[in-house]
Antibody, heavy 125, light 111 residues
Framework: EVQLVQSGAEVKKPGESLRISCKSS????????IAWVRQMPGKGLECMGV????????RYSPSFQGQVTISADKSTGTAYVQWSSLRASDTAMYYC??????????????????WGQGTLVTVSS | QSALTQPPSVSGSPGQSVTISCTGT?????????VSWYQQSPGTAPKLMIY???NRPSGVPARFSGSKSGNTASLTISGLQAEDEADYYC???????????FGPGTKVTVL
């Protein structure tokens, strides 16, 4: 059974750093793209970026480029997203999701068949 | 601002059919059969309901169906049930966006 299990909720202060995780099981982690998706309170879904763990090929949405870092550890089957300096506007639910299809050289398709349960990040002074 | 357009809400009585539209452009919905639909109930993660315009993943009830005409994709729920009350999001591959595009979501209310 494919599962993506995310780390627990976080409460942080502005300026602090954070890394949240997404541990996979039930499939070959190396051969599927993993996405991180943000959902701000009461808002819709935004794909922040994707990573192909096999070769650590990483793509970012322009809105998130330079704001977060996505990584993956093949040895543990775990994907990560991290912030070096959080802002109040980073308060959101964050989901990891497995992408069904490969990305082309330039683009990816937001087709996600399995999702983590979400990690709520609250940034407040 | 989302790249795809969806109505904010639709509603129907149990047993009725409702259709949610997802309008894009020739750069996304109109040129590619990579449209997906997700259902999100309150407090839960999104769930894939339709992929590649009209395909249902295993376990998704047959009352959910997808279609596309021109730049507009549609999700139809036939025989609406109380458990279908949720937010529904469409997404599409896009030649202009590295990671594709999402719609803003539609809230389905079962009266």
């Amino acid at each position: 059974e494919v599962q993506l299990v995310q780390s627990g909720a976080e409460v942080k202060k502005p300026g602090e750093s954070l890394r949240i995780s997404c541990k996979s099981s039930g499939y070959n982690f190396d051969t599927y793209w993993i996405a991180w998706v943000r959902q701000m309170p009461g808002k819709g879904l935004e794909c922040m970026g994707v990573i192909y763990p096999g070769v650590s090929d990483t793509r970012y949405s322009p809105s998130f480029q330079g704001q977060v870092t996505i990584s993956a550890d093949k040895s543990t089957g775990t994907a990560y997203v991290q912030w070096s300096s959080l802002r109040a506007s980073d308060t959101a639910m964050y989901y990891c999701a497995r992408q069904t299809a490969n990305c082309s050289r330039t683009s990816c398709s937001p087709d996600f068949d399995y999702w983590g349960q979400g990690t709520l990040v609250t940034v407040s002074s | 601002q989302s790249a795809l357009t969806q109505p904010p809400s639709v509603s129907g009585s149990p047993g009725q059919s409702v259709t949610i539209s997802c309008t894009g452009t020739i750069e996304d919905v109109g040129s590619f059969n990579r449209v997906s639909w997700y259902q999100q109930s309150p407090g839960t993660a999104p769930k894939l309901m339709i992929y590649e315009v009209a395909n249902r993943p295993s376990g998704v009830p047959a009352r959910f169906s997808g279609s596309k005409s021109g730049n507009t994709a549609s999700l139809t729920i036939s025989g609406l049930q109380a458990e279908d009350e949720a937010d529904y999001y469409c997404s599409s591959y896009s030649s202009f966006s590295t990671l594709g595009v999402f719609g803003p979501g539609t809230k389905v209310t079962v009266l």
